[in-house]
Structures are given as C-alpha cells and as structure tokens.
Antibody, heavy 116, light 107 residues
Framework: QVQLQESGPGLVKPSETLSLTCAVS?????????WGWVRQPPGKGLEWIGS???????YYDPSPKSRVTISVDTSKNQFSLKLSSVTAADTAVYYC?????????WGQGTLVTVSS | DIQMTQSPSSLSASVGDRVTITCRAS??????LGWYQQKPGKAPKRLIY???NLQSGVPSRFSGSGSGTEFTLTISSLQPEDFATYYC?????????FGQGTKVEIK
C-alpha cells in the first residue's frame, strides 16, 4: 500500500522559506510516476502548486512559480517543497500526492501557518 | 492555462436524491479529468479517474461521464456519508487546475 507523509515546521515567519518533505513508503519513487504538491487555504478550495517526475523534471503553477522549488531525493524515497518569501496568504494545509491519471494517493496534509 | 468551471458551488439534497455536479473546461482536455471527495479535516479522496472510471473501493452509486470540455459527476442515491465537498481536477496539461468545489449539504 502506497503511503505518503508530509513533515516540516507548522509555523513560518513572513519573508522566510517554507520547507516541507514528503516521505513515500510502499513504492519506490525511482520506479516512475510524478509527485506533486497541493495546498488548501483555510476555508477555501484546492490549489495545485507543482509536480516533479522521478527523473527530476518539474512543472509549477504560474502563480507562486518564481518562489517554488520542488526536488526529489530517490535515495531517501522522498520529495520536497520549498516556498520562499512567504506571506500570510501562504497559510494553508499542504498535501503531497502521487500522480497517476490525476492524484491517486495523498498524504494526510500538514497545516503551515505564516505568522510572526 | 485551462480554467475549470464547476457548478453548482453548493447544493442541498436529501438522502436518496440523485445529485449531479458539472465541470466545464475552457478548452478540450480529452478525458484527463478526475473527481475527488473531501470531508472536513481530511485529504481529498479520488472517486473517478479518466472521466468515467470508478476508483477501486468506491461505491457504484458514483459515476462520471463526459469528454472534451464538459464533465459530470453523478451520485445516483445520496447516502449520509456522501455529504462532503467535491472537486474536479484536470491533468491534461500543466498547470493542472481544480474546479472551485461543490459543497453537498443535508436538506
């Protein structure tokens, strides 16, 4: 059974960098598929952030594109999200997911609050 | 970018009702669309993939149809556990985009 688990700080100060990691179990990232990040601001809908392929190729949403970096570490079977220069608008639950005809497996999500 | 317009944004229905939710794409996306159910405090769960294929383990009262620009999620007989928010997601081209969501509430 494929499982994903997000981890990282729950509180980030404005202008700093948000860093999250998604640990994957039950499937080897290097075997294929792409892996993505989705976020959900409190009380709002789902927002696509970006995706990374096992080969390292990336695609990002144009909105936070210049601030987003997604990377993969196949040796640890995990992938990561970095979002720089955060503001209160980046406060959200962040989900990682595996992409197979859309997203088939999701992490439970982690709330990141941007506040001083 | 492809815009996904989902309607209605909310609806009230009774147990046993037939419910239909629609997503329209701003350009053709073949059948590269999925439907997701989200309950409060939980991660989204995929119900339908490739527009009309039922995810393993999902009750058969859920069905999807459509291709190109118009897609529909139907719940044939609404059950108490189906009260949730539903989203469509197009994965035909980057950036992937979600519909705005439809909250299904108890009448």
């Amino acid at each position: 059974q494929v499982q994903l688990q997000e981890s990282g700080p729950g509180l980030v100060k404005p202008s700093e960098t948000l860093s999250l990691t998604c640990a994957v179990s039950g499937y080897s990232i290097s075997s294929g598929y792409s892996w993505g990040w989705v976020r959900q601001p409190p009380g709002k809908g789902l927002e696509w952030i970006g995706s990374i392929y096992h080969s390292g190729g990336t695609y990002y949403d144009p909105s936070p594109k210049s601030r987003v970096t997604i990377s993969v570490d196949t040796s640890k079977n995990q992938f990561s999200l970095k979002l720089s220069s955060v503001t209160a608008a980046d406060t959200a639950v962040y989900y990682c997911a595996r992409a197979y005809s859309g997203y088939d497996y999701w992490g439970q999500g982690t709330l990141v609050t941007v506040s001083s | 970018d492809i815009q996904m317009t989902q309607s209605p944004s909310s609806l009230s229905a009774s147990v046993g009702d037939r419910v239909t939710i629609t997503c329209r794409a701003s350009q053709g996306i073949r059948n590269d669309l999925g439907w997701y159910q989200q309950k409060p405090g939980k991660a989204p769960k995929r119900l339908i993939y490739a527009a009309s294929n039922l995810q393993s383990g999902v009750p058969s009262r859920f069905s999807g149809s459509g291709s190109g620009t118009e897609f529909t999620l139907t719940i044939s007989s609404l059950q108490p556990e189906d009260f949730a928010t539903y989203y469509c997601l197009q994965h035909n081209s980057y950036p992937w985009t979600f519909g705005q969501g439809t909250k299904v509430e108890i009448k």
